[in-house]
């Protein structure tokens, strides 16, 4: 079992449509990323949430920290095209960083 | 360009075969993370070295090793290759705090034949 679980694992969807994606652990987490990866290189970190209940947004994407430091989510308002891509949630843990599973994105013009 | 480089980027080999993954850090960054990514398993973390220590393991496997030199550059080892251990393996560099960003590399691509 994941120690975070992402949904959708998979997400296709047509430009200026809304979306949401979540990242759920049973674990409290001192903090959450959310990194995006597009084919053939690695991951590069897009937020740190910090606080619960925070609130960041980063032009057209929104994320969420759950108030019990448990979850997250990232909103993406109007996707486009270049939005396509793998959005991996991830928390730090004895020291190590792991990972959820990703959800994968496509968004279609 | 995160400041992370790795060699080689693409990696054929056979079964039984011994590897070597090579990671340069960022400039500054005393820590270095590997992970293998693969399409069913996600991506998993191997191994996390600080300033040449060992500082934290994950399900690394007995085959595999690696280690940190004093210029601060790391080595992933892979021996007695398996099928199964075809992937991606990132080497990622930070500062090393419990809370810091990552910067990947852009991966080496094993191939196990």
């Known amino acids: 079992t994941q120690l975070l679980e992402q949904s959708p694992q998979f997400l296709s969807i047509q430009e200026g449509e809304n979306l949401t994606v979540y990242c759920n652990s049973s674990s409290v987490f001192s903090s959450l990323q959310w990194y995006r990866q597009e084919p053939g290189e690695g991951p590069v970190l897009l937020v740190t949430?910090?606080?619960?209940?925070e609130v960041k947004k980063l032009k057209r994407l929104t994320f969420q920290f759950g108030d019990a430091r448990k979850d997250s989510s990232l909103h993406i308002t109007a996707a486009q095209p270049g939005d396509t891509g793998l959005y991996l949630c991830a928390g730090f843990q004895g020291g190590k960083l792991i990972f959820g599973q990703g959800t994968e994105l496509s968004v279609k013009p | 360009d995160s400041g992370v480089t790795q060699t080689p980027k693409h990696l054929i080999t056979a079964t039984g075969q011994r590897v070597t993954l090579r990671c340069s850090p960022r400039?500054?960054?005393?820590?270095v993370y590997w992970y293998q990514q693969s399409l069913d398993q996600g991506l998993q973390f191997l191994i996390q070295?600080?300033?040449?220590?060992?500082?934290a393991k994950g399900n690394i496997l007995e085959r595999f090793s690696a280690q940190q030199f004093p210029d601060l550059h790391s080595e992933l080892n892979l021996s007695s290759l398996e099928l199964g251990d075809s992937a991606l393996y990132f080497c990622?560099?930070?500062?090393?705090?419990?809370?810091?960003?990552?910067?990947f590399g852009e991966g080496s691509r094993l191939t196990v034949l």
């Open positions: 400039s500054g960054d005393l820590s």
């Open positions: 070295y600080y300033n040449g220590e060992e500082r």
């Open positions: 990622a560099s930070g500062l090393g705090g419990a809370s810091g960003e990552l910067f």
């Open positions: 949430v910090v606080t619960g209940g």
